[in-house]
């Protein structure tokens, strides 16, 4: 990882910027970053790449870079400020696998297997709420699986057992729910 120096557009140097640059031979997190989350009791960000175990944790005070090891490996991750707990999402196979830890982030709470096609894109967690990005081709005939060349994004919201609640998508053709 190496520390860059930021300008704003009129060319000024940016006070005490924190650029995670990646690269595959020296970063454990190597890849590109797929959440970001924040944690207030601890004044940090954390940031990590796909089913890496190992993130970025960036506190806010002092800017200090370090890294951390996660329970599990997970395309996404988030911390719910309310519940305080976890949230990590994992591939596997044509589902998505959720595992729901407790603040320490070594107690696991609950584990839950979504059904998923496609790219799933990031999550946050609220409240006891998930809420899911996920990525797919958009059916060219509605009524079929025809696929053509548009994804539409799409945010599914669970609760923490697992019931889908809401959808809401957004493509080529608008937003629906």
């Known amino acids: 990882m190496e520390l860059a120096t930021l300008t704003d557009s009129g060319g000024s140097s940016v006070a005490n910027p924190v650029v995670l640059r990646y690269s595959s031979s020296t970063n454990p997190t190597a890849s ?19 089913n890496k175990t190992t993130c970025y944790a960036v506190n806010l005070s002092t800017f200090a870079v370090t890294t951390k090891t996660l329970p ?9 400020p309310i519940t305080q ?6 591939k596997s196979g044509s589902s998505y ?6 603040s320490n982030n070594s107690t696991l709470v609950k ?5 998923f096609k496609n790219s799933q894109q990031g999550c946050m967690f609220y409240n006891g709420m ?8 958009e059916p060219s005939d509605p009524n079929t699986d025809n696929e053509i060349f548009a994804y539409r994004q799409l945010i599914l919201v669970y609760d923490i057992d ?5 959808t809401w998508w957004f493509g080529s053709r608008g937003i629906g729910d």
Not at 72 to 80: H, K, L, R
Not at 85 to 90: E, P, R
Not at 130 to 137: C, H, M, P
């Open 162 to 166: 697992g019931n889908l609640l809401k």
């Open 97 to 102: 696998t959720i595992r729901i830890y407790a």
């Open 32 to 50: 590109h970053a797929n959440s970001l989350t924040y944690v207030p009791s601890e004044n940090t960000i954390y940031v990590n790449s796909m």
């Open 111 to 115: 584990t839950l297997t979504i059904p």
């Open 85 to 90: 707990q976890w949230c990590y999402v994992s």
């Open 72 to 80: 599990v490996g997970a395309t996404a991750f988030a911390y719910d």
């Open 130 to 137: 998930i809420y899911l990005v996920k990525s797919e081709f």
